[in-house]
Structure formats: C-alpha cells, structure tokens
C-alpha cells in the first residue's frame, strides 16, 4: 500500500528544468526528446514560467539549446532575472556563444558518456570528442564553472517544462503531464498535484532504510511505468537482500543549481591524500 506523499516545504523556491527545443544536432540512441517534429518554447512561455513559481536555478537541456531562434534572447532575459543558470550541452551550443555570454552561466554541463574519444564519437557522432574538449578549456580559461554529465526524481523543488510546453516532474515522467496553463493558474501549488504528488510516494519497504532521505523510494517514474509505485525501485540492491559498502564521507552543504533535484547525486571524487578533486552530477 502506498503512503501518503511527503509535503512540500512552505516557500520554497524552485530548480527548473527547461527544454527550450528538441532540435538537436546529433541523433544519439539514448536520447529522451521527441523526435517526430521540432517543438520550441517561445520568450513568452518563459516568462510565464518565472513570473508563476518563485525561480532560484534554470538548467537548460532536452535538445541542443543553441538551435532555438531565440535561444539568445532568452539566456540575456534569465541572466537579467539574476537567476543560477546552467546549460546542459554536447559542446555545439557553447560553441555559437561569444566569451560574455558563456559567462552568463553558473554552471556549463558537457554530455560525455564514455572514457576515450574513439568511444564517445562512435556513440555520439565523429569530432564530439574534440568539440567538448576544445569548449570544456574554453569555459576554464573564462572561469566558467565546468562539470560533465553521464547518461544514469521527487517533483519537491524541482519543475521541468518541455519544448512543447508540458509541465512536468521529471524529463522521463510517464503518467499524467500539466500545462504552461497550469502553472499560470497553480503557480507554486503545481506540487501539490497528482504527477507531482506521486514522486513523493514512499513505499513501504523503504520506510525503515538509512538511506531514505536521499533516496526517496527510487526513481517514481520507472515504478509507474511498471505500475508498481507503491514497491520500492527495483534497482535497489537492498529489495535483494544485498549490502553494498562505500568508502565515503558527506560533504559539506553547497548551494547547487541541480543540488534539489533527487535524480542527481553530487559526486567528488577524492585523491588518496583527501584534497577534493571535482563535481560530477549523475543523472
């Protein structure tokens, strides 16, 4: 049976996810965007977005964000707003920004999957490799904040608004989808709504488990999609009866754009003698 859904805290603010388009100019096999026609947000729909929910952070990711007509419009109107801005990029849409505009971003995310470039071309396209690499020491050089992202949810303090306007919990979620209408009407009560309601289910197995504060359940969205979200996420090692040990200590608090969204664990990596190396967010 399942548990009632965890509130949400009183004036919270929210990370938001946005996909300004679909359009991308790759076309790799794990990709989540729609496919079958180029959808855009316009300027107008993100301006409803920031003027209906109390914004901290925006990550923009779904396609390659460059390709959107107004993409340049759009990242001076969120940078005005004084927001954390992000962008999630396969190196293309950091490429086709001038030096003052990549500054614009607190945070720039590459999309590297894989260990060598012979690799990641094969899965994502001839002089991926490189292009990251060429814009990664660009974004250092312009003290850019640089992280790589991996292909790896609670709709708490987290929004993602697709490019066809849908309003939603999480990038993957599978059951019911909210509108930019929506948003206007509910503002920050959107999270008291069914789609977001049903990521903070709790399962009952999970009740007890040292690491439910983190972990929430797992991921909702694939527990609905087998139409069991009242059971506990089916990667969990623990509904096997397994006990896996890491070699970790928590890290102090820091105030990351992506930090709210449950689907992303802040990982450091540390050198043998402790001095912290960098961040990798896990999707």
């Not at 987290?158 to 503002?187: A, F, H, I, M």
């Not at 890290?251 to 190396?277: E, F, H, M, W, Y």
Request: proline share 6%; hydrophobic share 30%; aromatic share 6%.
């Amino acid at each position: 049976m399942s548990s009632k859904p965890s509130p949400v805290k009183e004036g919270a603010s929210f990370s938001v996810g946005i996909g300004l388009t679909n359009a991308c100019n790759l076309a790799c096999a794990h990709c989540y965007r729609e496919v079958d026609g180029i959808d855009n947000l316009s300027l107008d729909d993100i301006e409803t977005l920031c003027e209906s929910l109390p914004v901290r952070a925006i990550n923009l990711g779904t396609g390659e964000n460059a390709l959107h007509p107004q993409f340049k419009q759009i990242i001076r109107y969120l940078k005005d707003r004084d927001l954390k801005l992000t962008i999630t990029s396969n190196g293309y849409s950091i490429s086709q920004l001038s030096d003052e505009e990549v500054r614009y971003f607190h945070d720039v995310e590459f999309s590297l999957d894989f260990p060598t470039e012979r690799e990641q071309d094969c899965f994502r396209g001839d002089g991926n490799w490189r292009l990251i690499e060429d814009q990664m020491e660009r974004c250092r050089r312009l003290g850019a904040s640089v992280t790589v992202t991996a292909v790896m949810m609670s709709g708490v303090e987290t929004v993602r608004l697709s490019p066809r306007g849908e309003v939603q919990p999480c990038v993957y979620w599978p059951g019911k989808k909210l509108t930019l209408g929506d948003l206007r009407q509910l503002g920050a009560a959107i999270t008291q709504s069914e789609p977001f309601a049903q990521t903070r289910v709790l399962p009952e197995f999970c009740r007890g488990c040292e690491f439910v504060e983190t972990c929430a359940g797992g991921c909702p969205g694939r527990r609905l999609l087998r139409g069991r979200l009242d059971k506990p996420d089916e990667y969990c090692p623990f509904t096997r009866g397994e006990v896996i040990k890491l070699d970790h200590r928590m890290a102090p608090s820091t105030d990351l754009p992506k930090g709210a969204s449950a689907c992303t664990t802040i990982v450091s990596a540390l050198k043998k003698n402790g001095n912290q190396r960098r961040k990798e967010p896990a999707q």
